[in-house]
């Protein structure tokens, strides 16, 4: 309890074991929201992982379909979309610890990275598959645009943080 709250508690009347009692219960209040905040932060991070490596799998067909026009527009939309909710999700958690921060700093670029590996392997594997059907756009630099615009709401929320 801050110091000038507690001196407003006594000139109120509190005695000290009440005092001592009430921070003993916003204290147990405030682990309990850490412990809370430390699994929103590792279930928040599992779904944005899974479902980043769900449109990887799925924009695959895609590349054949789609020119190349429309196929960046698309992978630009979709990846400045997830970047922004991991964004939100992350950042809307309460309490973050110095790990948590570390992870997000490293999780974010890996993520982007495993996503570009997924979508290069399995567009090769697809085509494989499909003999008549040539792929008609580069899968690798699919991903990098998909990589990089995941990355940047990131990017931008970091300097915008700096600054302030």
Known sequence: MKKKRRLELIEKGWTERELRKAEKFMEHDVQQSTSFSRVVFWSALIVIIFANLTVSLIVVPFLIVFSATILYFMMILLGVSFGFLYNHLITSVGEMHKSHHFWTNIL?????????VIMFFASHFFISKLESHPI???PLTAGIVFAIAFVVPYAILKLLSKKS
């Open 108 to 116: 974010v670029p890996i993520i982007a990275i495993v996503n570009l």
């Open 136 to 138: 008609t756009q580069n």
